[in-house]
């Protein structure tokens, strides 16, 4: 068995028909689009082509994407640049527990800054409650940002239903759509959202690159200034073959979504049922099925460590997570497991594999084989092994 990839919440594999449309404006095409000559005519049209396509993946009009350096930098002018804009208006913001870094930190931020956060609770599968967001909501609340699909377990929110809660209630909403392109329905009017943050490299696009849907009428402070690119909200020469890359794995990603998400699907339910019969003591975290991602398998097994299982299972060719990949430096467990209520010990023992439409059922097959021996000879060699007692407090 070849290398197997079992880490596409943390980047993906770029496709290698967006790397074809990539390739002439690196070589050829490689002008500014800012620039009166022809070169420059040629990238501002591969700009406004690659804009279409970003907007058409989420039915947007073409004019209220902005490109940016990814999903970071994204949900940065989107909390950042919703928050001091609408600041005369009202200092809170309300978001969840389970957001990914980008969110969080930003938040921390404003926090910083004089803006006040309300951090909403989720429920044992990760889901956002429409009852805490209406309790959550102040007349001083100006913006409402929610995940759309967790990157650690998988949750799909109820993005619309709790998107016309803020918008009912006069604030804005936002989602960090991320880890939902190409995996769900993403459909701006649907969704009833104002912001939504998107990365290329999450949906076989390049790396650097992402884009922010912003209504029309919606105001944002920009993060960076400079030459006005971008209708002022993102100054700097436009990353012409990045931007062309991620429109193309846009269009690639929706075309063919339907096929994708099944086999995803087919290969995510045969690695929890078969993990789960195969090794004892091993649960799933985040939702079973319903409002689960095509992509993501998220284990919990008693007695070991996560760092341990990526090693073994490392040796044996399969790349996989102890959940956040951001979070895997630090020893501190995971906020998103933390906020499920698992104990400290539970979420260390997790494990998280995160498929693409370039996985396969072999592959799948060949993980369920590799686990339960690892598991075993973890389990042997781990203190916290049965028998052994400990006390652990509850985290919430
Ligand atoms: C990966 C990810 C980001 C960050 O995107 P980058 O393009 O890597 O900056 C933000 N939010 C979620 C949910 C992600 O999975």
Redesign the pocket.
Known sequence: MDRVYFDN???TRVDDRVLDAMRPYFLEKYGNASSLHVFGHEAFDAMEIARGQVAAAVNAAPRDIIFT???????NLALQGAAFASASKGKHIVTSSI??H??LHTCQFLESQGFKVTYLPVDSEGFVSEEDLKNAITPETTLVSI?M???EIGTVQRIKDLADIAKEKGALFMT?A??ALTKVPVDVDELNVDLL?L????FHGP??V?ALYVRKGVKLRPLVYGGGHERGLRSSTENIPGMVGMGKAAELGIREMEESVDRMKAMRDRLIDGTLAAVPRAYLNGPPDEGRLCSNAHFRFDFIEGEGMVLFLDMQGIAASTGSACSTKSLEPSHVLRSLGLRHEQCHGSLRLSLSKFNTMEEADYFIETMPPIIERLRKMSPLGEGVTYDVPTVH
């Open positions: 919440s943390a980047t350096s990814g999903g970071t930098e994204s949900d957001e990914h980008a969110v995940m699909a967790n990157n960090d991320v880890q943050a990365s290329a490299h999450k790396k650097g992402g």
